[in-house]
């Protein structure tokens, strides 16, 4: 089942940030993502004002997202966004389709 993950990052050091940006897409296409939303200015519908950016990935499993999320060469990567960043990043199934 599609499993999906959802960020909501802050980012206080752009440039830094982008490092982990520009190694991003070879690793995650390995594991056969696909990047469904990224935005800077998502617009709040409800709830207080959020002005982080929202990322939203979707994997072919829990395996290929895990497996992404916890290889080496993404941890080694991470490393900038976790220096450049904060914020929550979640991973949920997708709702199963009826039959």
Do not use: C
């Not at 599609?2 to 909501?8: C, D, E, F, G, N």
């Not at 696909?34 to 499993?61: K, M, S, W």
């Amino acid at each position: 089942m599609t499993h999906y993950i959802v960020a909501r990052i802050a980012i206080h050091d752009r440039e830094r940030y982008g490092q982990y940006e520009a190694g991003f897409m070879p690793i995650f296409a390995k594991y056969g993502g696909q990047i469904l939303a990224v935005n800077d200015a998502p617009e709040v519908l409800e709830g207080p004002p959020d002005t982080r950016r929202l990322v939203i990935l979707a994997f072919p499993d829990r395996d290929a997202a895990l497996a992404w999320a916890g290889s080496a060469e993404y941890r080694e990567i991470a490393k900038h966004r976790l220096a450049a960043s904060e914020g929550e990043i979640v991973i949920t199934p997708g709702f199963p389709s009826p039959t």
